[in-house]
């Protein structure tokens, strides 16, 4: 039994089954999973409502953005880059969600948005490159090593550029996860025993 409010954070190399093991281990926990489409759905929705953003969300908000290596200067909301915009969005997003309850967030650099809430735990899940590979046969279009790699570059920059930090370093993350040699449901298991543990 996890403690309230326990934020599981997955992050992934492009090809290594790590959106299902996200999938998995929130279903083994009976909590929900925001993935990059439930996140920009709730960017829009929260854009568009006239729910009031309560001040610890803000004030989280504005503490990431501060931070944000992209030099965002003046704070005024229209003079961001939309671009900008998109990401302040989706991380008032993830911090409302959070507001929900425990739950398992991919990607996103949620992982560093959430990175200050206590119970929140962070994992990197990576494979070897004949593991991706022959995953992408069946899972990702049959798309070619390169296109793989190509898509983590995306995401490394994206990640770097808002967090400052490097994506796939392990001082980032809790416990990184090589899934060429295990099934994704062990890896799940995996995760799933590191929270029990640290939460003893």
Not at 139 to 156: A, F, M, P, S, V
Request: proline content about 2%; hydrophobic content about 35%.
């Amino acid at each position: 039994m996890l403690k309230d409010n326990t934020y599981i954070t997955i992050t992934r190399q492009y090809g290594s089954g790590g959106k299902e093991v996200a999938n998995i281990v929130a279903k083994k926990l009976g909590i929900n999973c925001y993935d990059r489409k439930i996140v920009h759905l709730a960017a829009e929705r929260f854009h568009n409502s006239t729910e009031p953003i309560s001040n610890e969300v803000m004030a989280d908000l504005i503490t990431t953005s501060y931070s944000m290596p992209g030099a965002l200067g003046d704070y005024s909301f229209e003079s961001i880059p939309f671009y900008n915009k998109m990401f302040k969005e989706q991380s008032i997003a993830i911090l409302k969600l959070a507001q929900k309850g425990s739950a398992v967030f991919l990607g996103r650099c949620s992982d560093y948005i959430l990175k200050d809430y206590p119970n929140t735990f962070s994992f990197f899940i990576y494979a070897d490159d004949d593991f991706r590979q022959n995953r992408a046969k069946d899972h990702y279009g049959n798309n070619t090593l390169e296109q793989l790699d190509k898509e983590d570059k995306n995401r490394k920059r994206y990640y770097a550029y808002y967090t400052g930090q490097t994506w796939g370093e392990a001082q980032n993350y809790d416990l990184m996860i090589n899934v060429s040699n295990i099934p994704l449901e062990k890896a799940a298991d995996l995760i799933i025993e590191y929270i029990k543990l640290q939460q003893k």
